[in-house]
């Protein structure tokens, strides 16, 4: 007599964290790593050293790591803030300040997310951007 046949099924697991995949075209700033200027990009960027000045990667994600001291004006579609930042961030989609992250400026974005165990002190803009503004 043939045994039936049965078929598992796993549950749905919750989407994984924003966090640019390097193997997806993206760039990493290392610890050891000083930059003073301006850094613009088309890719994801992850920054783990320091940073004065200002960041753009206006239709990507960037990550502050959490050894990173970012003194700089901030322009992304995402921002994850893990470590320090002083300046203002400006995203198009969403900013987060996870758990240890510490943001000194204002936040500008139509989501915002702050961890518990996150610092901030500044304010918050939640206003949603027309098609218009986000072509200029």
Do not use: Y
Not at 28 to 49: K, P
Not at 64 to 91: D, H, P, W
Not at 93 to 121: C, H, M, Q, W, Y
């Amino acid at each position: 007599m043939p045994m039936p046949q049965t078929s598992t099924f796993a549950a749905p697991t919750a989407p994984a964290p924003t966090t640019p995949n390097p193997q997806a075209g993206s760039a990493r700033i290392g610890q050891s790593v000083v930059i003073t200027g301006e850094i613009t990009g088309s890719e994801d960027l992850t920054i783990e050293g320091r940073v004065d000045g200002t960041v753009e990667s206006r239709q990507h994600t960037v990550v502050i790591g959490q050894q990173a001291m970012v003194k700089a004006q901030v322009f992304a579609k995402e921002v994850v803030v893990l470590g320090q930042v002083v300046g203002n961030i400006t995203a198009t989609a969403k900013i987060e300040l996870r758990e240890n992250g510490t943001v000194e400026g204002d936040l500008a974005s139509p989501t915002v997310a702050i961890a518990e165990g996150a610092t901030f002190r500044g304010s918050i803009d939640m206003t949603r951007q027309t098609s218009a503004e986000n072509a200029a």
